[in-house]
């Protein structure tokens, strides 16, 4: 089974712009979370979509947004990004249950590391 | 909110065991995961404890006090492929809402 994959695996861009993050789960999984990773903040947990639904969020202003496609397939945009946006940006994947993210590992994708200059 | 305590950085030497610990409040625990995370690579799943005591799998073992909000990761017969950071993270419910919250990690050197 191929596992999680994100596109593209570097990007730098400058601020003001926009920017868009794909994450492609493993086959089967329903559930994509994404997490915003820094040296000096670790991991931090953006928002989760299971179904096409954003089940789940963080505390990220409203300039971060997702989307779930019917493929489970997931986009993270950015808009008006800042310097402080320079970071990790990691997807994971879980098979997702009603019950919501309970009693379920996430298997995390390779990143893709965003510079804003 | 969650508030999660592990130390920034621990030295061991091959051979040896290492614990490493992780502290967190919460008001809705629903379970503390560990990872692995090596320098400019994804983490990956090590451990998952819901209910108190002590996970064992191969060299790294888990433990959990839920009533001290407390776990730790214990490796044994540490090898330099060891040398990495390890995250714990702790899912909970809040506000209608689950979320995994992660520390800020242990960068742990393992030398000869």
């Known amino acids: 089974k191929a596992g999680v994959t994100q596109t593209p695996r570097y990007l730098i861009k400058t601020r003001g712009q926009q920017v868009t993050l794909s994450c492609s789960p493993i086959?089967?999984?329903?559930?994509v979370s994404w997490y915003q990773q820094t040296p000096g903040q670790g991991l931090q947990f953006l928002f989760e979509y299971f179904s096409e639904t954003q089940r789940n969020k963080g505390n990220f202003p409203g300039r971060f947004s997702g989307r779930q496609f019917s493929n489970s397939r997931s986009e993270m945009n950015v808009s008006t990004l800042e310097l402080g946006d320079s970071a990790l940006y990691l997807c994971?994947?879980?098979?997702?249950?009603?019950?919501?993210?309970?009693?379920?590992?996430?298997?995390f994708g390779p990143g893709t590391r965003l510079l804003v200059l | 909110g969650q508030n999660i305590d592990q130390p920034t950085e621990m030295t061991a030497t091959e051979g040896a065991i290492v614990q490493i610990n992780c502290t967190y409040q919460?008001?809705?625990?629903?379970?503390l995961f560990w990872y692995q995370q090596h320098a400019g690579e994804a983490p990956t799943f090590l451990s998952y404890n819901v209910l108190d005591g002590l996970e064992e799998k191969g060299r790294f073992s888990s433990f959990l006090s839920r009533s001290k909000g407390y776990s730790y990761l214990l490796l044994k017969e540490l090898q330099m492929k060891d040398s990495a950071s390890y995250l714990c993270a702790v899912r909970d419910e809040s506000g209608g809402y689950q979320k995994v919250t992660f520390g800020t990690g242990t960068k742990l050197q393992v030398i000869p």
């Open positions: 994971a994947s879980s098979p997702g249950t009603s019950g919501g993210i309970t009693q379920e590992t996430q298997y």
């Open positions: 919460t008001s809705g625990f629903n379970g």
């Open positions: 086959s089967g999984h329903r559930s």
